[in-house]
């Protein structure tokens, strides 16, 4: 069985455990997920399942998309996401449920984007020090400082850490811990924070590593 679903995050909260001590855990709507697309070596070149989640109305895809789930004879699906896997171990137009998938103390890798902060300078945006707050200067506190040399090569070099937009990207939490499974909710709990506002769309997959 592939170790993978896509979900929707809900947002945090805590549970307690046997002892009484609280764990805080990030609430996902974890799938119903549904097999679009099989990928096979001979013919793709590598080993790939595609899931689709979230069903929506058929007016809000395109015709290619709508076509491309109607081979496998699924519903309008919003969100469709590749997982590379050694063996898919399913067919196409298979529905996954997180209990099926996952269980309580299992290890998983979540990848979301996270929150977008807009256009921010150096100090948040990469935790520069700033400048000195006294001895006569008055605009510096903030600032990045030097981001050069004068002389020889006479440019900044690429890749300088400067003001620009922060947040907004593709990122990996590894190796949370599974908390807390709800089938009849579609519900998984995992220990720790997830990247991205609620409500955002995360790739849940078995943890590469342990």
């Known amino acids: 069985m592939m170790k993978g679903l896509i979900g929707k995050k809900i947002g945090m909260t805590q549970i307690f455990d046997e002892s009484g001590l609280a764990v805080p855990i990030t609430l996902i709507e974890a799938g119903p997920c549904y097999v679009t697309q099989v990928r096979q070596p001979a013919r793709d070149g590598y080993n790939a399942v595609q899931l689709g989640f979230e069903e929506v109305k058929p007016k809000r ?105 922060m947040g907004f990207e593709r990122v990996t939490v590894q190796n949370l811990r599974v908390e807390y499974l709800d089938p009849d909710r579609n519900l998984i709990g995992v220990r720790g924070a997830v990247p991205g506002p609620k409500g955002g769309v995360v790739i849940i997959k078995e943890a590469r590593k342990r």
């Open 61 to 165: 895809l395109t015709g290619g998309q709508l076509g491309h789930l109607k081979t496998s004879e699924l519903p309008p699906l919003r969100f469709l996401r590749e997982f590379r896997v050694k063996d898919t171990g399913v067919n196409e137009g298979d529905k996954l449920e997180v209990g099926e998938v996952f269980s309580v103390g299992e290890r998983v890798d979540i990848v979301g984007t996270s929150k977008g902060k807009g256009f921010q300078g150096a100090v948040k945006r990469h935790g520069f020090r700033g400048g000195p707050r006294t001895h006569g200067q008055s605009d510096r506190q903030r600032a990045t400082g030097s981001i050069g040399a004068t002389t020889t090569p006479g440019r900044v070099f690429k890749g300088k850490r400067m003001p620009g937009h």
